[in-house]
């Protein structure tokens, strides 16, 4: 728990200590660990002076924070209108193939994660994959192997 105490402290010290930080200072902790640990909010709770309840309210609320491990690789397909009509639901399907995920899981090894968004607002360029924040847009089927970095038949392990 000490390096994890470290890393809280960094992100701590970047903000004031006021409730007016919490939105950034949850966005940060999770890029750093990759989900909002309970016990890292429960910690910013007490250096912030705020009821758990409303940290947790908050990271609930917004789609962008998980409580939940995500992985290395997290992989979202977007299926709005213009996205589904081009065909994202084949290449959402492709990708539960090739992980054997379904939309919204964690591989146990945490390398991939998957999930569908309703929209990431580029439309002319669907079909659109966001991988780890990076948006790819006119997205192929052929392009799933890459993206998991599978070779012959097999993911590189």
Same mark, same amino acid.
């Given at each position: 728990?000490? /390096?994890?105490? /470290?890393? +809280? &402290?960094?992100?701590?010290?970047? *903000? !004031?200590?006021? &409730?007016?930080?919490? =939105? ?8 750093? *660990?990759? *989900?909002? !640990? ?10 912030? @002076? =705020?009821?758990?309840?409303? =940290? ?12 939940? !491990? ?10 709005? #209108?213009?996205?589904?009509?081009? @065909? $994202?639901?084949? =290449?959402?399907?492709?990708? &539960? ?29 669907? !079909?659109?994959?966001?991988? /780890?924040?990076?948006?790819?847009? /006119?997205? #192929?089927?052929?392009?799933? $192997?890459?993206? +998991? ?9």
């Amino acid at each position: 728990m000490d /390096n994890q105490n /470290n890393k +809280l &402290e960094s992100i701590l010290s970047r *903000y !004031p200590k006021e &409730e007016s930080s919490l =939105i950034m200072l949850l966005q940060d902790i999770q890029e750093e *660990y990759r *989900y909002l !640990p309970q016990e890292v909010l429960i910690k910013t709770a007490e250096e912030l @002076g =705020i009821p758990q309840a409303k =940290i947790f309210g908050v990271a609930t609320f917004f789609k962008a924070f998980s409580l939940k !491990p995500r992985g290395k690789k997290v992989i979202q397909v977007c299926t709005g #209108t213009a996205c589904h009509v081009r @065909g $994202s639901r084949l =290449i959402l399907e492709k990708f &539960e193939r090739e992980t054997g995920l379904k939309s919204g899981q964690t591989s146990k090894d945490l390398a991939y994660t998957l999930e569908s968004v309703n929209c990431v607002g580029a439309c002319a360029l669907g !079909p659109v994959v966001v991988v /780890n924040d990076e948006m790819q847009g /006119n997205f #192929t089927m052929q392009k799933t $192997s890459k993206v +998991l970095g599978i070779s012959k038949g097999k993911a590189d392990e």
